[in-house]
Each structure stands twice: as structure tokens, then as C-alpha cells.
């Protein structure tokens, strides 16, 4: 561990590289359009370079949302294939319905792992313009992301959340590529806590996807969360997710 983090810290005279790169890259306007600064630049250097990533590919799939490193669900399927050589993955199911993914490795048995347009539809997902769009691409996104953190976490490095997951704004193109325009919603999430009954609406499932991350919920804990979230009181939504995340399950 100490390896690693020693090699992510750049010397003197690399770190003056970096900051001229990081520049000329931000200036040449040919970043991704999320990455605004040569600051921002650095950073996504900084993470590609402790995750042994090149820079140019790092600033393509790594993206830092609200100070949390994120990657992009194709990244996360290359580094589990390159770091896990006993990796085996294969999509069982793969199309607008859902998107399903049965994994191994030799420490664990096969397990399947999945997010369909039903699991999506209720988390106030389908609502959104990629989703309608793009169901087969966002669904695939989940799943792996999902798969990815359950099975490989070590292949992570700890960066085991897509940017689309935990608030960052993107949007697909037409060949399935999921694209990140911004690290944060163009209009801010919020949900007012002395309200009652949590509200079925975009803002409030984006505010239960983040209670859940605090509380660091697995895949079935969050669908539980999901399941029981419309009607209940704000207050309560969250002491749920407490219990659940310290093994009380309801």
C-alpha cells in the first residue's frame, strides 16, 4: 500500500511537467467537456497515474464528482480483466430490459448480477432523458458497476462508483457511449428534510442514492431501501438505511 500511494505523488520536477501539461491540454480545448481547469486536469492525472492509466485515457473514463473519483463502467470492466487475471465475466442478458451478468473468480463462486428497467423505474430513473433514450447503454452501466464493486474491488482502488451514480451529468451517444458534460447536475439536488413523505420525484430518489452511499448499502440493501422509499416520512427513510446498513434487516 505504501508502493502505491508513493508512486501516485509526483517528484518536483514532474509535478512542473504536470502543471504545464494540464495547461496546454485544458487550453487546446479538446478535454472532455466536464474538465474545465488545468487544476481539474491534474487531479484526473493524479488518479490515472496511482491507477496506472495514461493520462489521455484517464481524462476519458475518470471523473471526479463532488471530490469523489469516479470511473466509467467500461474502465472498470478493463481493470478488472487486467488486474484479475481469474476474472471470468459474461453477460447473460443484454438488451432493453434488462442486463444481467454472471461473474467468478476463484475466491468467490459464480453469482449473477443485474438492473433492469423495473429497478430503474423505481428509483425515478426512466424519467430521465438518457434513460428513455439510452435504456439498453445506462442499464449495462449498473450492472457492471454493480458487479464491479461486489466481485473486484481491488481492481478498483476504491473508485467504484460511475459518475451517472452519484450526481455527475451525462449524456450518451448514439454508439452507447456515456459521456459525462458535468461533474454536478446543472441544477442542484435537494430535498427539504422537515418534509414528511419523501416525494416520488428525481431530486429526492438522486437524495436516497446518496444516503445509500453514505451507509455504504449493497446491491439488495438499496433495492429493500428502493421498495419501501414512496409514503414513507423522510425521518424514517433514513433511520431505515442506518439499520440496514449495520445488518438490522427489516
Excluded at 107 to 133: C, H, R, V, Y
Excluded at 186 to 197: A, F, T, V, Y
Aim: glycine letters at 6%; charged letters at 25%.
Amino acid at each position: 500500500m505504501n508502493q502505491l500511494v508513493q508512486s501516485s505523488i509526483p517528484a518536483a520536477s514532474e509535478w512542473e511537467y504536470m502543471k504545464d501539461q494540464a495547461k496546454t491540454l485544458v487550453a487546446s480545448g479538446l478535454l472532455p467537456r466536464a474538465i474545465r481547469t488545468p487544476e481539474a486536469a491534474i487531479v484526473i492525472m493524479l488518479k490515472g497515474k496511482e491507477l496506472g492509466i495514461p493520462a489521455m485515457h484517464a481524462f476519458s473514463h475518470i471523473h471526479v464528482i463532488e471530490g469523489k473519483p469516479t470511473m466509467s463502467a467500461e474502465l472498470m470492466l478493463t481493470m478488472i480483466l487486467s488486474k484479475c487475471p481469474d476474472a471470468r465475466v459474461q453477460y447473460v442478458q443484454n438488451d432493453g430490459e434488462a442486463c444481467l451478468i454472471e461473474a467468478s473468480r476463484k475466491a468467490m463462486g459464480k453469482t449473477i448480477f443485474g438492473f433492469s428497467k423495473s429497478d430503474a423505474a423505481g428509483a425515478g430513473l426512466m424519467q430521465k432523458d438518457n434513460w428513455k433514450k439510452y435504456t439498453r447503454a445506462m442499464l449495462r452501466a449498473r450492472a457492471t458497476s454493480e458487479m464491479a464493486r461486489s466481485m473486484f474491488p481491488d481492481a478498483l482502488c476504491g473508485v467504484s462508483y460511475t459518475p451517472e451514480e452519484i450526481g455527475g451529468e451525462v449524456e450518451v451517444t448514439e454508439s452507447g457511449e456515456i459521456i459525462v458534460i458535468a461533474e454536478k447536475p446543472s441544477e442542484p439536488i435537494q430535498i427539504d428534510p422537515m418534509k414528511k413523505i419523501f416525494p416520488d420525484n428525481a431530486a429526492a430518489w438522486a437524495w436516497l442514492e446518496k444516503r445509500m452511499d453514505l451507509y455504504r448499502l449493497s446491491g439488495d440493501c438499496r433495492y429493500q431501501l428502493r421498495d419501501r422509499a414512496v409514503g414513507m416520512s423522510v425521518g424514517e427513510l433514513d433511520q431505515l438505511a442506518k439499520k440496514i446498513s449495520e445488518g438490522h434487516h427489516p
